[in-house]
């Protein structure tokens, strides 16, 4: 294993867990067809796991959206990037993300959404940093409790990097992958 980062969660454990999250949802949305939101681009290799385990009808939509800056300086402001297709008037929506950290853009997210009349919203994170949280969200499904570490792999990148790592992997110390951005590269597809 590189200096640079080590295992967090290894993809036996995300394997198991996410197909525990979709038995959880399976349960709760019983005779309803939800429509799941997935937010690029970190959320896309969860919810494609995460939806083979869901065995119920269901949809998928996608957005992408981007700060204004970091996350305090925005206040959480987001930009909406790319729209969804479809319209979820009526529907039950799960929203689909990586990593709630400070929760300022899922909070946005989730205010735009309302205004569009769902009947439900709820969300689903495969990580959540709940200690650096800032706005109060409640998160109905949460894979793993993540400390407070920069993680990359299974969908999260550092500078778009590193998305298709299959395990999660804790980067202690930040400065060394920022000074040879490539050093995780000998673990892709070990
Ligand atoms: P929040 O508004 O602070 O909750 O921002 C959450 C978003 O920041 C996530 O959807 C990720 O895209 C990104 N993010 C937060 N922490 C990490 C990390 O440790 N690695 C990679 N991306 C992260």
Redesign the pocket.
């Known amino acids: 294993m590189s200096e640079v980062a080590s295992v967090l969660f290894g993809r036996e454990d995300i394997r198991r867990r996410v197909e525990e999250l979709g038995r959880s949802i399976t349960g709760d949305y019983e005779g309803r067809e939800p429509v799941l939101i997935s937010?690029l681009k970190?959320?896309s290799m969860f919810l494609a796991d995460l939806m083979r385990s869901i065995a119920l009808p269901l949809e998928v939509e996608f957005m992408a959206i981007s700060?204004y800056g970091n996350?305090t300086e925005s206040l959480?402001r987001v930009r909406i990037l790319m729209d969804m297709r479809g319209d979820i008037v009526g529907r039950h929506v799960i929203v689909v993300?990586?990593?709630?950290?400070?929760?300022?853009?899922?909070s946005y997210l989730i205010t735009t959404l309302r205004a569009r009349g769902p009947e439900s919203i709820a969300i689903c994170t495969l990580l959540d940093?709940s200690v650096?949280r800032?706005?109060p969200i409640d998160v109905r499904y949460v894979g793993f409790d993540?400390p407070d570490?920069?993680?990359?792999g299974y969908g999260?990148?550092?500078r778009e990097r590193y998305r298709n790592l299959a395990d999660i992997l804790a980067v202690p110390d930040v400065a060394a992958l920022e000074r040879d951005p490539g050093a995780l590269t000998p673990l892709l597809a070990g």
Do not use: K, M, S
């Open positions: 937010v970190g959320g700060r996350a959480g993300e990586d990593i709630v950290d400070t929760g300022l853009t899922l940093r650096r800032i706005a993540c570490r920069f993680v990359v999260l990148d550092h």
